[in-house]
């Protein structure tokens, strides 16, 4: 698989990366340890060097699966995690950014992950209680001890992630960016290109729907959080379903199935982006990574951009109590 490079210091990464939440939480059932380590290993095999976690994905039992999966090909893989929620009795009770409390996930984090150094070390969400100054201080120190190589930011607004690199250049962004959320180029955008800062969309796929394979009468699994996305609400799928049926369209007349038109069109974006799909089956792997191979021309840009604009996306992509977490 091609590489790409996020940020100015040489952070060098495959073109599709690797989202390991899913097999730990939020989509259904977890996989097994077993299934988990063999997925990882198998997107390793097909090329893909960039795997993203978290400690609040479990809580901390994906970074253990990612830690396992990776430690024989440690060298080959750069991998992402994430700190800045408070975690209680297992479970996410707000938000901790407080330097003291990075050090102590950096610690954590690498243990779990079976490693000496943590690639990517993002702030999850912005910490309003505690000035994103410090925290880039803190991770700076981190990178000065070799413990982190480089800084990142989730779901940052464009002042937040301006003060954080004056302090600590950043590498990446990660934050939600499809053809069904296209927020980040009112602002985002411009300012990644300025700064030199890379971007790592996660949902590229819009959490499923743009492979086309959700409709109205689906059913998602009691403990699958899309139950509670207003995005995914019955009525709104089925509004959703025409940008749906225009992308199987599309991809039928390119040969690709409409998940591999919507990554290929995020990696046509910026040579700078590197989307981070995530799946539990080796199918939907393979598939994902043959949308690094689907080539689309300017005017395939140009259409799907027009058809995109003529079609009403319905429904909130978070909850609102999260929502309120996102663009600080």
């Known amino acids: 698989m091609q590489k790409r490079i996020l940020g100015t210091n040489g952070l060098e990464v495959s073109a599709l990366g690797f989202g390991c939440m899913g097999i730990s939480q939020s989509y259904g059932q977890p996989l097994s340890r077993q299934d988990g380590i063999a997925i990882i290993r198998a997107a390793v095999d097909a090329g893909v060097t960039f795997f993203d976690t978290a400690e609040v994905y479990g809580p901390y039992a ?133 700064l030199g800062i890379g971007f790592v969309p996660f949902s590229p796929l819009g959490k499923g729907f743009l492979t086309g394979t959700i409709d109205e009468n689906t059913t998602f699994d009691p403990t699958d959080f899309r139950n509670v996305v207003p995005r995914f609400t019955e009525e709104n799928r089925k509004a959703n379903l025409a940008f749906v049926a225009w992308l199987k369209t599309f991809a039928e007349r390119k040969q690709a199935t409409p998940a591999q038109i919507a990554l290929a069109w995020l990696l046509a974006q910026r040579s700078w982006i590197v989307p981070i799909p995530g799946t539990t089956k080796l199918g939907r792997l393979d598939e994902n990574i043959a949308a690094a191979a689907v080539a689309l021309t300017p005017d395939d840009i140009r259409h799907i951009d027009a058809a995109v604009a003529q079609i009403t996306i319905t429904g909130d992509r978070y909850p609102q109590a999260e929502a309120a977490r996102t663009q600080r």
Not at 88 to 116: F, W, Y
Not at 165 to 191: G, I, K
Request: glycine residues 6%.
């Open 62 to 194: 994906n970074e253990d699966v990612v830690g396992e999966a990776l430690e024989p090909v440690r060298d080959q893989a750069v991998i992402a995690t994430k700190f800045g929620f408070h975690i209680e009795h297992g479970k996410m009770a707000g938000l901790n950014s407080h330097p003291s409390q990075i050090r102590a996930v950096a610690d954590a984090s690498l243990k779990r992950l079976r490693t000496d150094r943590i690639d990517l070390f993002y702030q999850h969400r912005v910490d309003p209680n505690i000035p994103i100054e410090d925290v880039a201080g803190a991770v700076k120190e981190l990178i000065r001890e070799g413990k982190v190589k480089h800084f990142g930011l989730s779901e940052a607004g464009a002042q937040t992630i301006r003060r954080a690199h004056a302090v600590q250049p950043v590498a990446a962004l990660q934050s939600e960016y499809s053809l069904w959320w296209r927020e980040p180029e009112r602002e985002t955008l411009p300012t990644l290109q300025e």
